[in-house]
């Protein structure tokens, strides 16, 4: 943290002190946090089994195709430049808007082999017009201060190790042995994407013919990956998407948060609180009771990180229209603000399905209190909240056509069934104190890291900015709260991108009012390490498996940790009223101390699932949904990827993850994942008709299909594979000999063209 040293620095809180000062960094020292920042990503890919020759053609699609194109409509449409890395930043995210349109034009046309060219669009004219030409070389940048930058280098150093942990070095590209596992989604995301490789409009892979109505937009960007970039949609989507999305965002974050405050400083903290920092609990699993922020969703779920890199942009552009804070020396956008934010929200439409609902929240709650406070019409807001609305319906109608996916109204019920009681009803005084303990246990464990949006509040008067970020800090928790169904976690998420913002933002104040010397600060970082590490250790060598009995049980070690770490800050708070009576220069600091701790409180959160993740792959702790994906039969689909057509449809005798008929868990994507090929019926658990039911087990909603299916590989005739042929377009049957009795007739009826001794692939002619 930095905090101005001299009263000359406060008042202007947002200009790096080397530009007050006349002194700036030379060109190696300001380009040596980025250039570390980028051989830690390089060298953690690389020990993850990640090509070179991967390596270089995804950065050369990221910077020549999203970042590239990106960055020059940014540059043309804010009006003043403000810093380098804030050009490239918020470029890439309207560059992944641009892919989209793109994507778009060229699988409409047909097109796919010439994607490559769509950045000619923007390149071309912001070569051949003189007034665009200017944007290639900019002038005027203010120096990004070297503490800001290596900070955020740290973040983007620790959260690829995370990463490394937890998703690259535990999923090889593809399975080694015939016991490899692998996330039960990670095939699905995998069929998403190979999906949007092929075909428009999308369809669900694993039920040919059955439309998909889902947040598709993230599948999209590894889909361009791969087409562009001439990079196996494996290697994108279990190497390269996910940690270079992860770095945007982080970057985005620091960036953001500099913007909308005019501290630099605010950025710093937005993204430790972010991607450094986890939730309170105290457990060796990967317990989690409330859903996470970031832990584990960012890696099974790569529309969520996909998603935060333009909700963190949206932030910045809307936080300009709502209206900026007093005395923000960052330069101001311009009227351009509204074509991003128009961009943005079109991309965040389909990127998340929690991000406009929250984003809507947000500006309708500025736009409240705005109105009430300031007795005028916020113009700004309406027409930002014109915008998103337009963006709402355009996702409800098109892309999700009005499926809810299991939300439904359901004040409490995500989390009131902690509080029900094992048998005999609790007196009226017990449930009452059971009831709060809950909602203690859900602000500890989700909404500690902003705790710093406290102190904000503590002004006389927010700035309609500091308004926006309250109302999705808000929002986000009051829908979870509100709506039913384990899916409602994702507002919290799309909530907190807001809060995190705002949280930082008080600290950032409160520093500042502290006053601290640039030695206080020193002693501040090196005690929050220091307890940090501490308590990452207790955690890992103290805390216990997540223990049960009662419904509230899971809610017992957040409850046990907060209490003994509460113990600990009284000691600590009374230690130090001691001696600040003879230590002058802790006077005026022991609230700053004492946010600090409660934000350090959650250091053990991204650690700790590190460490449970690797005992869960390992087979130690399953904790996990991790069925086995054999080699066989990736090899199998591989080949059929190769030797069959983009329009060919399979069937396949593989629909389940374990039991069968009545107690099928229909998770089973692995041909239409690695194969880059619909399936007329594989598994149907994840199809948005299906997502509304409580259960894995769910029977096919077409059993004369499913029938005439399975004949095909345990009774097949000429009639049956006519049928699937003629009228289900059916090309290929791939059949695993594990999974039920292959009839030898098939051979006779079909011809085999691919045979492992586990799977063997025949062809309809």
Known sequence: MSAPATPELAERPGVPPARLSGRSPS????????????????????????GVVDLARYAGYAVLTVALPGTLL??????????????????????????????????????????WLWPLAVVVPFLAVPRLRQHWRVRGYAPTPLGWSWSVAGVVAFFTWYLSQVFLLRNPILPTSETTRQYVDLPYQLSLAGEAKHHLPLGLPQVAGEPLYYHWFGYVHMAMTSLVGHIDLPVVALRLAVPALSVAAIVLSAVVGWRVSGRPYVGVITAVLFWVVGEVNFTTSMSQPFGTQVTLVVWHGMSMIYSWVLLIALIGVLGEIVGRADGNPVPALGRGAYVMAALLLVASSGAKASSLPVTVAALAFAGAVLLVTRRRIPW???????????????????????????????????????????????????????????FAAFLINMQARVAGVAVVLARRRLAPVQWLLLGGALAGPALYLTLGSINAQYFTRAGFTFGVILSAWGYVLLAERAGLSARGRAILGATAAAVAVALVAAQLRYAGPTPTGRFYSPLVPIATWSLALAAAGLVATVGWLVLRHW??????????????????????????????????????????????????????????????????????????LEGAGDTCDSRSFWLSAYAEREVLVEGWRFAPRMAASPTLVVPFWDQPLLALNDAAFTAPTPEVLGRLRDEHHVRWLVADRRVGTVSPLLGTLATPRYDNGRVAVFELR
């Open 27 to 50: 060109l190696p020292a300001r380009w040596a946090p980025f250039a570390a920042g980028l051989a830690v990503t390089v060298a953690i890919l690389l020990y993850a089994d990640t």
């Open 74 to 115: 940014y540059r043309a449409l804010r009006r003043t430049p403000h810093t380098f890395v804030e050009d490239v930043a918020m470029g890439t995210a309207l560059g992944l808007t641009l892919e989209l349109a793109a994507w778009a034009v060229f699988s409409a046309l047909d097109l796919r082999a010439a994607a």
């Open 380 to 438: 700004g807001v309406v027409a930002a909240g014109a915008l998103a609305g337009v963006a709402q319906l355009f996702a409800m109608a098109v892309l999700f056509n009005f499926q809810t996916y299991g939300l439904s109204l359901a004040p409490l019920g995500n989390i009131k069934w902690f509080w029900y009681p094992m048998g005999e009803p609790r007196p009226a005084w017990k449930q009452l104190l059971v009831e709060g303990g809950v």
């Open 583 to 656: 230590v002058r220069p802790l006077r005026g600091k022991g609230v700053l101390v004492a946010l600090t701790m409660v934000f350090v409180a959650g250091a053990p959160g991204l650690v700790v699932d590190a460490y449970a993740t690797g005992r869960a792959v390992n087979g130690d702790a399953q904790v996990l949904p991790l069925p086995e994906l054999p080699r066989s039969r990736v090899d199998a689909a591989r080949w059929v990827r190769g030797h069959s057509g983009t329009g060919d449809t399979l069937a396949t005798n593989v629909h389940c």
